[in-house]
């Protein structure tokens, strides 16, 4: 099984970034997707998820409208696009499937 993010930065405050996750070795078609993040001190959170479908979306209440997960079955791949970046979403992004994390990407908003 891997599970790995990609595509994490440093970014200005209302800038954008696109994060990746390439996954392989469980049933990924079929899997819900989500994305969670933890901030230094913080507990992790989760952040979005998306059915293996595409079909249920969901977000958190702090993203909704800023960012998008959408996923590439033939691919397997799950991308979170964020945009209008805050300092308070500086964290690591982690990528999960099923039971399976990745190893997170770090994601920096500041000036």
């Known amino acids: 099984v891997r599970v790995v993010e990609s595509g994490g930065g440093l970014v200005q405050p209302g800038g954008s970034l696109r994060l990746s996750c390439a996954a392989s070795?469980?049933?990924?078609?079929?899997?819900?997707m989500s994305w969670h993040r933890q901030a230094p001190g913080k507990e992790r959170e989760w952040v979005a998820e998306i059915s293996g479908t595409s079909v249920i979306i969901n977000y958190a209440e702090s993203v909704k409208g800023r960012f998008t997960i959408s996923r590439d079955n033939a691919k397997k791949t799950v991308t979170l696009q964020m945009n209008n970046l805050k300092p308070e979403d500086t964290a690591v992004y982690y990528c999960r499937g099923q039971n399976y994390w990745g190893q997170g990407t770090q994601v920096t908003v500041s000036a």
């Open positions: 070795g469980f049933p990924f078609s079929l899997s819900y």
